[in-house]
């Protein structure tokens, strides 16, 4: 099995904040997890995610039972608590199988940002 990487910042601005744009994203995804059934996504360089945005990502990429095991890498506190809120939202979608658990760091400085966000 091999992992693929998507780039969110190759795909969409810095700052996500339409439903449009979650959509793109996800058919970016769902189009990788026909070849890998592992893919990173790196949020390097993405400084804000909106509710609206995270509440149609989730929604997207669950709607259906395509099994794409994915991975959150680079991203800001704030996003992760975003991704997290969104899903634990959720009653009349299926849930998050996925969790948010592997987390990478390219940077020392990162790492320090999230341990010292609890």
Known sequence: MFTSEIKVTD???STLDTRES??????VIKEEG???SKIEINFSGTIFMSRSFADQFHKDLYVDEQDIDIDIKNASFDIISMLRAVS???TKRKAITT?????VFNSIS???DFSLSW
């Open 110 to 112: 990162k790492l320090e």
């Open 22 to 27: 979650a959509t793109r994203l996800v058919n």
């Open 88 to 90: 634990n939202t959720q």
């Open 11 to 13: 795909i969409l601005p």
């Open 99 to 103: 969790s948010y658990k592997t987390l």
């Open 34 to 36: 026909k070849i890998n």
